[in-house]
């Protein structure tokens, strides 16, 4: 409960004790009252990037130096009427910003419907796939057991080369699903892609994933970097695929720490250049079961 105490012509000193504990001394009478204000206040300074709404999309890149390499920032652009935002701590490690034609799309998934994203396999929220909002506003997609359960979609509706893209695995069932990330032909569900597979059955060890880098198609292709790993169901993951020139890299994180990964990062270098950011999701292919749950999808790509 929020307490507000006013002590009108009287001098008084307030003091914060932390943890939202506010204590008020009058220093004509000597007495003092103690008052909860809800959460401690923190200020900080901070840096905001700032531009026009225009016909095409820019989005910020960053460099330490101005002959770059320049990289696509991945942090939640806000709308303020007829400005975009971006908000970064005054310590966020870059040197330089700058803007350049791209691609956009964060979803947080707290709307009432799913997104009008192109769908390029699987059907959510109708026949066996069903995609739902949760309480806390994440993604939960279920499917009911026919049938090989995949669902992807292109994020975006224009090619990108340089790219960055993430997502939070909050929660899925005990069997193999994976969420998987990728940078895909216009037109065919081929492309370069990195996913986390949790439930990985294929060696049978309780909870053993993988986390991996595919080239091609889910059906034909290569599987040029992977690393085997341990993860938790109560730990929130956060996977993020970036593409820079040729070189793929795919980090996994263990939330709320996003400054170390739960494993040396995995990359490879690949001759596909530009392709439309996608999201997609998988379930076990010998059952036919599919339940997991994402959070905090982002996407940020260079315009060729």
Known sequence: MNTKTLVPNRPCRPTALGAGILLTIDLLSGSARVAAQGPELAIQKAILLDWPVTESQYVPVTADSAVGPWRPLLKPIVRQDDRYQVALPADCGHALFSLVEGVYECEDFSGSAL??????????????????????????????????????????????????????????????????LGRGDVDTPSGVYGALTVNW?????????????????????????????????????RLVLSGAGSRLTLTLYALPDTATPVVPPISFVTARQQGVLSFAVEGDEWNGQLDLTVDNLHAVGVAP
Not at 116 to 136: F, K
Not at 166 to 171: A, M, W
């Open 115 to 180: 997104s009008d994203w192109t769908q390029i396999a699987g059907t959510p929220d109708s026949g066996g796939i069903v995609g739902s909002r949760t309480a806390g506003g994440a993604l939960r997609i279920q499917d009911n057991g026919t049938g090989w359960p995949l669902v992807g979609f292109f994020l975006t509706d224009s090619p990108c080369t340089d790219f960055v893209m993430s997502v939070d695995l909050v929660e899925w069932s005990g069997d193999e699903n994976s969420v998987i």
């Open 201 to 237: 059955h294929d060696r049978g060890v309780p909870g053993e994933g993988i986390l991996w880098l595919w080239e091609g198609s889910k059906f034909d292709g290569v599987e040029p970097a992977n690393f085997i790993l341990q993860v938790d169901p109560a730990v929130d993951y």
